[in-house]
């Protein structure tokens, strides 16, 4: 079976950076992608590891050690709109995600 | 742009009721999903289709079935409506993990209350 673990809750103030972090614990490995939802909204794709190391794009950026089983997304430059529910995924062969039970962002002014 | 899209937003069914929710996507997408996302609980996977005709159980198959007849179009499907399975549900597609594109869309849920 896989298990991801990722903090409940997050805050932060606008135009700081925060981690947010992912332990996982899978039989099968094939990458780890993480999402976003907005309260009401549906989950939208952010980013996708399938090799150790550090991925970016524009403000966010995921890094990925396949050796510890770890991951983490990094906001940078928070923005209000970046309050929202993080879910990092692991990915299995049959192209299935399972899902971290999600890290609520809260950015105050 | 991907667009999945979903029957219903609200639904509102009564206990042992015969519910349908319907999901139709325009990528050509081999692979669909569909998950119920409760609070606390993350999104867990109900059922999944890597083909038409194709069906696969997810980690909370119990009380759903699925139908998918054409590739576009992916039903789930609750054949005796339950008040525990009041949730929001979310159907997803995407290709296959061995293109490199390893992204879910994600259709915009149905809240179903069962009553």
């Known amino acids: 079976g896989q298990s991801l673990e990722q903090p409940s809750e997050v805050t932060a103030v606008e135009g700081a950076i925060v981690q947010i972090n992912c332990t996982y614990q899978?039989?099968?490995?094939?990458?780890l992608s993480w999402y976003q939802q907005h309260d009401g909204g549906a989950p939208t794709f952010l980013s996708y590891?399938?090799?150790?190391g550090l991925e970016e794009t524009g403000r966010f950026s995921s890094f990925l050690s396949r050796s510890d089983s770890y991951g983490y997304l990094l906001l940078q430059e928070l923005q209000m709109k970046d309050s929202a529910s993080y879910f990092c995924a692991v990915g299995s062969g049959y192209s299935t995600l399972t899902f971290g039970k999600g890290t609520m962002l809260l950015v105050s002014p | 742009d991907v667009k999945v899209t979903q029957s219903s937003r609200y639904l509102v069914k009564r206990t042992g009721e015969k519910v349908f929710l319907e999901c139709v996507q325009d990528?050509?997408?081999?692979?669909m999903f569909w998950y119920r996302q409760d609070p606390g609980l993350g999104l867990r996977l109900i059922y999944f289709?890597?083909?038409?005709?194709?069906?696969e159980k997810g980690d909370i198959p119990e009380g759903y079935s699925v139908s998918r007849e054409k590739k576009e179009r992916f039903s789930l499907i609750l054949e005796s409506a339950s008040t525990n399975q009041t949730s929001m549900y979310l159907c997803?597609?995407?290709?296959?993990?061995?293109?490199?594109?390893?992204?879910?869309?994600f259709g915009p849920g149905t809240r179903l209350t069962v009553t």
């Open positions: 997803a597609s995407s290709y296959p993990i061995r293109t490199g594109r390893p992204e879910q869309y």
């Open positions: 899978t039989s099968g490995f094939y990458g």
């Open positions: 990528m050509d997408h081999e692979n």
């Open positions: 590891n399938a090799l150790d």
């Open positions: 289709s890597y083909d038409v005709k194709m069906k």
